[in-house]
């Protein structure tokens, strides 16, 4: 980093020395050697590709051996696979405590309780309470609230459909919030 903050002030010296000092140069050392500038010019080689490539001959996995076949691949599976067939099943895994229980037991509650209850049982249907969108919607005309949800974004619109639908259901209202 330190090198980038004194680049411009090496290469302006080494112009000052050029325009001023003649044969000053020879006392300077070049600043690019023969072998710095072949190793410029030779490229790099590509890096790997991610998650492997091609086989180079040398690996830790497979000790620098080359990939199997297909068939000495297959020949594996099988054998593997008949190696699993043949070992015994474990069997299902002991239970850490007794399945089932008895309500003697004190394990189960077998009466149920009620928590809590609100309303009349037979009405399973909500209510929504949507508020007004602003004040004063109430004593605002038609064209006043449309003109209004000319400007005004989706979620302003939305309330505005609700409340209409709940309320007065005006048609042009409802058209121009929906």
Not at 46 to 68: C, K, L, Q
């Amino acid at each position: 980093m330190a090198f980038l903050f004194r680049l411009p002030l090496m290469l302006l010296e080494l112009l000052l020395r050029r325009l001023l000092g003649g044969d000053d140069d020879a006392r300077v050392a070049p600043i690019v050697t023969d072998q710095a500038a072949r190793d410029a010019a030779t490229p790099a080689p590509p890096p790997p590709p991610p998650g492997g490539g091609a086989f180079t001959g040398t690996g830790s996995a497979n000790g620098g051996a080359p990939p199997p076949t297909a068939d000495e691949a297959i020949a594996r599976r099988r054998a593997r696979d008949e190696a699993n067939a043949a070992a015994p099943d474990p069997g299902p895994p002991t239970p850490l405590r007794p399945i089932g229980g008895s309500a003697a037991a004190g394990h189960l509650d077998t009466e149920p309780t009620v928590v809590e209850s609100f309303g009349d049982p037979d009405d399973v249907g909500g209510t929504i309470t949507v508020d007004p969108p602003w004040p004063g919607y109430d004593g605002d005309t038609a064209t006043a609230i449309v003109a209004r949800l000319r400007d005004a974004d989706n979620a302003t619109k939305g309330v505005v459909a609700l409340y209409e639908a709940a309320h007065k259901g005006r048609k042009t209202v409802l058209k121009a919030a929906g």
